[in-house]
């Protein structure tokens, strides 16, 4: 697989970056354990069904939250559909072209999806409107605008922070069965807020959030997905490198620690705490 | 207790790896071949390279370039799976690729390529790391100069108990699924995934299965390796 090129103002700053963490500082002044600064923005697309927009540093992901009706899979004909989806695009970094979705945008959208489908945060059984016949299809899509590392995390937060802001119409109980109602509007039902916390392993340390400055010359990726409850629903390793088996579970003190904070924040911003109400 | 007497769906201790048998150098045009089965997996690897790498201005002057398939055939699986390349598909030719590259000495082939190609003939829960195990014996066979062997293991949760090595319906079933991939040696992860749910003590718990459970299929790698290496005599 041929290298992504990024700018060379990046790869100038390899040696600094090295030289910092071996001193366990990093290159924009923050802690091996933080995040970079973060701002959430909820319906921000009026036209979409639940919207957000991250930015994570100078990172940005735009997520927007779709509904339709349709069939139901064959294989679970009492269930709605849910589907994520992302895609970098071409004006996200100057290595980024248009085209088909590349492995790295199709590991990006499934480590996302997993996450969500496994914290379950929505109920697919919610979503059955005549069992068999129709059902609920709530697409996300998510788009980054800017890439500046760690589109993982903040195309997580975008998602999980425009599902939770979503209004989908109300699905009444009615005699023949569920029928839609389409007057009234209500509150997606979520169950959960799962947080992704990605590590970079730069030297044989780990640090959270990496820039790309830190991604280009990272040994290994590693992203634990955390429910609400800390318990772990997603986790992928990236990148041509290794992870010693201590720093695995070093990385997951870590993450229940870090993802607490974030998903404070996805709270304030949302409204919604843990997707119950 | 039922904690002794515990079995799975089709019959194994919850630490048991399915049946299994390797074999290296089963193609004649490849530069290097193997094959593994474990259960109903079925799993034929070819590598080819280091070869020149082409389009030219996309090699490395530093290294080779390891490209890597895993493709399923149609009817491999229960329903059939068409032979486009799936979503699937194409993350786990990434991820795959991403946990063989830290075992290759690429360094010293600068200029070329490596393929490694992975079919899938039948697919019954675990052909990602199964592919793994399989594939770093086809590179070793290539005679392409490694660190270490990789090997991979699945574990997962299944009834509220952590298992070894998830078949097709403890896959489908369970709550949890985790695939690891390891150099033994080096004691160094290459790939992880998981998904499902997890707590932390589970989490640790099933990655340390994962991990005896490829130490095993370790073994096998070395004797299969060695066996090659007896036939061609």
Known sequence: MREKKQPLSVYLLSKQVRQLIELNKRIDGRDLYSFREMRIKTGIVEKADGSAVVELGKTMVVAGVKFEIGAPFPDSPDEGILIVEGEILPLASVSEEPGPPTEEEIELSRVIDRGIRGAKVINLKDLAIKPGEKVLKVFVDFNVMNDAGNVIDASNIAVISALLTAKYPDIKELKGGRDINEASRVQLPTHNIPISVTFANLFGKLVVDPITEEEVIADARLTLTLTSEERICAVQKGGSGTLTFNQLFEALNIARRVSNDIRKLVIRETGVRHGQE | ?233
């Open chain 2, 1 to 233: 207790m039922p904690e002794k007497k515990y079995k799975r769906i089709d019959g194994r201790a919850p630490d048991e790896l399915r049946p299994f048998s390797m074999r290296v150098g089963i193609l004649k045009n490849a530069d290097g071949s193997a094959e593994i089965r474990l259960g109903k997996n079925w799993i034929i690897i070819a590598v080819y390279g280091p070869r020149e790498y082409y389009p030219k201005f996309e090699a490395s002057q530093e290294r080779a370039i390891l490209n890597c398939r895993y493709h399923m055939v149609p009817f491999s699986t229960t329903e059939r799976k068409p032979p486009k390349p799936s979503r699937r598909e194409i993350e786990l030719s990434k991820v795959i690729r991403e946990a063989l590259e830290p075992a290759l000495i690429l360094e010293e082939f600068p200029e070329m390529g490596i393929d490694v190609y992975i079919e899938v003939i039948q697919a019954s829960g675990g052909t990602r790391v199964s592919s793994i195990t399989a594939a770093s014996l086809a590179l070793a066979d290539a005679g392409i100069p490694m660190r270490d062997l990789v090997v991979g293991c699945s574990a997962g949760k299944v009834d509220g108990k952590i298992v070894l090595d998830l078949n097709e319906e403890e896959d489908k079933e369970g709550e949890a699924d985790l695939a690891l991939a390891l150099m033994p040696s080096l004691n160094k992860i290459t790939l992880l995934q998981m998904d499902g749910q997890l707590a932390p003590d589970e989490f640790k718990e099933a990655v340390e299965l994962a991990k005896k459970g490829a130490l095993k299929l370790y073994k096998a790698q070395i004797e299969a390796l060695r066996k090659r290496i007896e036939e061609m005599r």
